[in-house]
């Protein structure tokens, strides 16, 4: 069965450090892969994805994300966290062998806090 | 890209009661998606909505308790029907214009308590 892992329920570090948000998936073919984010009592908020070509992907508030294909892989990365950035992560793949339907297939989510 | 407008952002219910949810986006789009959403944790896809069509229901839901309406390319509702207190949650607005590989967007959610 098709499926979007985030391993980590939770992810704490501290301001200023590097954060890694993980990501695995189980999707036949050349799937595409999105991340989003949530803040509290907000809705989702495209960061970036990947479609194809290079593997490190740049997408919004500095955050940035590399496609790993022999390990099926799509980790959020950022060079140095905020605690603007505590919120809600989450990962989807898109299966493209599954026509125009467009459904995403999401990972349960990883909380991100980061400390002052 | 598309803005959602998704009304209204929260309800507290009565139980037996419908709720009914409206999405309006900026731009034409063929294919709207509604969510639900414990707080805090995954989405879980209701259904999709074409229109002109018959909505799509995923498995556990069904058109009785979740009618979907879809007038125009721009607008679509979502009715929670004769509620209880395991449909409280937030419910969700989606859509992907363009070509396959855009990005979908988001209405801010509809946070529904049923007491």
């Known amino acids: 069965a098709q499926s979007v892992a985030q391993p980590e329920d939770q992810v704490n570090v501290a301001e200023g450090n590097p954060l890694t948000v993980k990501c695995t998936y189980s999707?036949?073919?050349?799937?595409?892969l999105f991340w989003y984010v949530q803040y509290p009592n907000r809705g989702l908020q495209f960061l970036l994805k990947?479609?194809?070509?290079d593997n490190l992907v740049k997408g919004s508030y500095g955050f940035e994300a590399e496609f790993n294909k022999s390990q099926t892989s799509f980790h959020l990365k950022k060079p140095s966290a905020l605690v603007s950035d505590s919120a809600l992560y989450f990962c989807a793949v898109r299966d493209v062998r599954a026509g125009n339907n467009r459904k995403l297939i999401w990972g349960l989510g990883t909380s991100l806090a980061v400390n002052p | 890209s598309a803005v959602i407008s998704q009304k209204p952002s929260r309800d507290i219910c009565q139980r037996g009661t419908s709720l009914t949810i409206q999405c309006q986006v900026d731009s034409q789009v063929t294919m709207m998606f509604w969510y639900r959403q414990q707080p805090g944790q995954s989405l879980t896809l209701i259904a999709t909505?074409?229109?002109?069509?018959?909505?799509?229901?995923e498995s556990g839901f069904v058109i009785d308790k979740f009618p979907i309406s879809r007038p125009n390319l721009t607008f679509s509702t979502l009715t929670v029907s004769n509620m209880s207190p395991e449909d409280s949650s937030i419910y969700l607005c989606?859509?992907?214009?363009?070509?396959?590989?855009?990005?979908?967007?988001f209405g801010q959610g509809t946070r529904l308590t049923v007491v």
């Open positions: 990947y479609i194809t070509g």
């Open positions: 999707v036949s073919g050349n799937p595409y």
């Open positions: 989606s859509v992907a214009p363009g070509v396959g590989d855009t990005e979908a967007f």
């Open positions: 909505a074409n229109q002109g069509s018959e909505a799509t229901y």
